[in-house]
């Protein structure tokens, strides 16, 4: 599954973004969104574990963090803490939105796509997932968390047969492993067919759930 990445890093419209464009047929597009303080760069290790044929897109957020690096919620004092719905919205739209622009510029299908998310970009994936359920085809949220008001969203069946990969160490002392457990227990109550990996790790992928994450999505391309 290994492949030589060839990559560009360029700018579409106000977004900065790292891009691997597929080879051959079929084609698939998985996008890439980053934690707090990342940025187009952070996520690009996981490229590798794709063949040629899927398309990568990793975005670089819209907001730029205090610590640097960047994030997916406008700096607003007094709201630090786990986002809640309405914080991570206005970029879920305007993600939405540069992909729609940006694939039709080069021709790329983007009706449907894959999407992995470390911490805050899981959190947006999942925001995504639940608010256009059908444009999203696999879903994995690693070291991730619901954003506060998710129960609104995630009704019953509204998410039948959805394929997520959710990773989580037991040791993140950034977001707890109870959060998981919490995602995994809605996504399941709202239909989604849901592969869970723990493992003894902090706040990172741990090889363990790496290599249950390359299964995962093998599984999915079959």
């Known amino acids: 599954m290994e492949t030589v990445i060839e990559t560009e890093l360029n700018q579409f419209q106000d977004w900065t973004y790292r891009f691997r464009p597929a080879k051959g047929t079929p084609q698939q597009l998985l996008i890439l969104l980053h934690g707090w303080t990342g940025d187009e760069n952070s996520m690009w290790v996981f490229a590798r574990s794709f063949p040629e044929w899927v398309a990568v897109l990793a975005p ?16 607003t004092p007094g709201t630090w803490g786990l986002p809640m719905v309405d914080d991570l919205r206005p970029s879920a739209e305007a ?8 694939s039709g510029s080069i021709g790329l299908d983007a009706h449907q796509f894959d999407l992995i ?66 995602a995994v227990s809605r996504l399941e109550e709202s239909g989604a067919l849901v592969r869970y ?17 390359k299964k995962f999505f093998t599984s999915q391309y079959n």
């Open 197 to 213: 990996c723990e493992s003894d790790g902090g706040h990172k992928v741990s090889k363990e759930c790496l290599g249950g994450m």
């Open 95 to 102: 993600l939405l939105g540069f992909v729609e622009a940006w």
């Open 117 to 182: 998310g470390f911490s805050q970009g899981a959190a947006l994936s999942y925001m995504i997932t639940f608010l256009h359920p059908t444009r999203i085809r696999v879903l994995a949220a690693l070291s991730g968390f619901l954003p506060r008001g998710t129960e609104v969203l995630l009704t019953p069946h509204h998410l039948t047969g959805k394929p997520v990969f959710v990773a989580h160490g037991r040791q993140d002392d950034m977001v707890s492993v109870e959060l998981a457990r919490q």
């Open 60 to 75: 670089r957020a819209p907001y730029p963090a205090p610590e640097g690096g960047y994030t997916w919620r406008a700096i």
